[in-house]
């Protein structure tokens, strides 16, 4: 018994050990609140179907135990990555979900066999919906959706009588009371994991079958897409209609959380519809019971304890290491600093920088201004400044944002304002 608790042990410190690092990626973004919800939803899934999973137990060590083995050489690889990357890249958060998945699996597997595996697959699973997503996989997937809410806005407003033009060429709806833009917050992707979440948790609560629960996630795709267009037709018939001040602030959250509880309920309505007409017997009413030690391999349990406590030592000793290897924090630049004379250019006047955009890209230090030459052409100056990379919250940068808003790079380089030794 003892080898048993020190295995779930072991494996729950890997646990809270992502838990940790993902908390301290997410602190940027308040809006990320939604990703505890599902880390609690997993720990309740996998609590719920506990007894009813091991209440059976066939014991497969020669598979159980291959797959802890690699969860506990792979753990302490990600923790190596999310050092060296500096945590400014979601991979390594993969890298361990999928370590710790397969050790706690392998260890399901070696103790009780594949049938408990089998059933508390969903937990393991349900963690990634918790992870950030690569930005490779994240900056395509929400220019699509921005992209298609866009394109379906449009014909919406203009069916409705509105007048509707995109002058730019990219995600920026021309009104005739005024612009109405589809930013990256606009693209409908957090809505999209969120309902994706609440689908997959709900097919696990009606105990649904792969058909069922995949149709059931699928579902929830064109669901975001719908209410994510609805939102910004809406938007758009709002200001023409009652003026723009109705769209802005607390009118716009409102909006937006009233479109994803629309969502939510077209959810629930969907579930409805798939769930079998026999309702099953709760398995609450008459649990099995739980294995005494005695149906346990003690051999497997040590052996899957020796794995995972080399496994912690490892993570421990890597943990350590990159710690000290870390550079000291470099302190932030003082942009007070900033030539008020660049090449042929001078400062002409120190702008305020807009509260929606300071909120919006959480930087460490902002300035803006404006330059004039000598023969009074004018341009604007930002220079915004992040400790990493991902403390832009929601990815805003220049990069990104001024191409889906029409604008277009036409020399990029280097220009040194003082000589070089």
Known sequence: MTSDRLALGLIAAGYAGLGAAIALYWQADPSAADRYLVLAGAVWALLSRWREAVGSPFPSPRIGLPLVALGALLYPVGWAGYFVLFKARSVPFWLMWVALSAALAGWLVAVYGRRAGLRLLFPLLFVGFALPLPDSVLHPFRERLQAVTTDVSEWLLRACGYSVSRPSGGFVLALAGGDLGIEEACSGVKALTALTAVAAFLAFRQRFGLLR???????????????????????????????????????????????????????????????????????????????????????????????????????????????????????????????????????????????????????????????RNNVGRSVTVWVIYWEAVHAMRGYHHPDVCLPKVGYRETRCGVEWLYPTG
Do not use: C
Not at 259 to 269: K, M
Not at 313 to 338: K, Q
């Open 213 to 371: 629960g995949g149709l059931l996630v699928a579902a929830a795709v064109p669901v975001v897409v719908a209410v994510n267009v609805a939102r910004v037709t809406l938007s758009g018939v709002i200001q023409e209609a009652a003026g723009p001040e109705y769209i802005r602030g607390g009118w716009h959250d409102a909006l937006g959380f009233a479109t994803v509880l629309g969502g939510l309920g077209v959810v629930l309505l969907v579930t409805k519809v798939l769930r079998p007409r026999s309702e099953m017997t709760d398995p609450s009413v008459a649990p099995l019971a739980v294995p005494t030690p005695a149906s346990r391999n003690p051999v497997t349990l040590r052996t899957a304890g020796v794995l995972l406590t080399l496994s912690l030592v490892a993570t421990a000793v890597v943990v350590w290491h990159s710690r000290t290897r870390i550079p000291p924090p470099v302190p932030a630049p003082d942009l007070a600093d900033l030539p008020t004379d660049i090449g042929g250019w001078s400062e002409y006047r120190r702008l305020d920088v807009p509260y929606h955009i300071a909120d919006m890209l959480q930087p460490n230090v902002i300035l803006h201004r404006e330059y």
